[in-house]
């Protein structure tokens, strides 16, 4: 069972570059989910989606944006990298408001 | 907006010894879940709260879900190196997806 299954590991990428992350789900989870985790700051919530066709704004959206291509995938894009950005990105998915999130593995992005 | 705080940020304690992490909602939750994350893994789901006053025990774990539903607590009784992690609350307001997350508690054991 892949779970949820992000892509890539790593990256590094230099200021202004523009970059996407991938994230599928393969347990048919309505709500999926766009975390960053920064030392001493737990997980803040940038967007997420309740369902297929619709997105909404977290705690931290500026410079992102995302796309919920189909029920399995929602995906995060950094238009512009700036070094604020440098962070580990998590993507969750959940079956709906009164069930546990799922994570990935995790992508670890570098902003120089 | 809802703001969910933790604390302590970090806990040093000897092996067998008890620990307690606390956490704090600027609102009042209709969930709060809890969730350990290893180091350099991802957060991995514990449990769930619902009802105001709520107690749950996992082995040597105990939640408890404040009788106003805006406080929580994860209790460790003589804790052991597996459990080593960062603790999280995460909390749900009433008819919202959004899961806040709280700032974590740092656990490191002492041999």
């Known amino acids: 069972n892949a779970g949820v299954t992000q892509t890539p590991k790593f990256q590094v990428l230099k200021t202004g570059q523009s970059m996407t992350l991938q994230c599928a789900q393969d347990?048919?989870?309505?709500?999926m989910y766009w975390y960053r985790q920064d030392p001493g700051m737990g997980l803040r919530l940038i967007y997420y989606?309740?369902?297929?066709?619709?997105?909404d704004k977290g705690e931290v959206p500026n410079g992102y944006n995302v796309s919920r291509l189909n029920k399995r995938e929602f995906s995060l894009r950094l238009e512009s990298a700036a070094p604020s950005q440098t962070s580990v990105y998590f993507c969750?998915?959940?079956?709906?408001?009164?069930?546990?999130?799922?994570f990935g593995n995790g992508t670890r992005l570098t902003v120089t | 907006g809802q703001q969910v705080m933790q604390i302590p940020q970090y806990q040093h304690v000897q092996e067998g010894e008890d620990f307690t992490t606390y956490c704090n909602s600027s609102?009042?939750?209709?969930?709060i879940q809890w969730y350990k994350q290893r180091p350099g893994g991802h957060p991995v789901f514990l449990i769930q709260?619902?009802?105001?006053?709520e107690v749950k025990k996992q082995k040597r774990l105990t939640f408890q879900f404040g009788e106003a539903k805006k406080n929580s607590s994860l209790h460790i009784t003589a804790t052991q190196t597996t459990d080593v992690g960062t603790y999280f609350c995460?909390?749900?307001?009433?008819?919202?997806?959004?899961?806040?997350f709280g700032t974590g508690t740092r656990l490191t054991i002492i041999p």
């Open positions: 347990m048919n989870h309505n709500s």
């Open positions: 709260l619902v009802k105001s006053g």
């Open positions: 989606s309740a369902s297929e066709g619709t997105t």
């Open positions: 969750a998915s959940s079956a709906g408001s009164n069930s546990p999130l799922h």
């Open positions: 609102t009042t939750l209709s969930n």
């Open positions: 995460a909390g749900r307001n009433f008819g919202n997806e959004k899961l806040t």
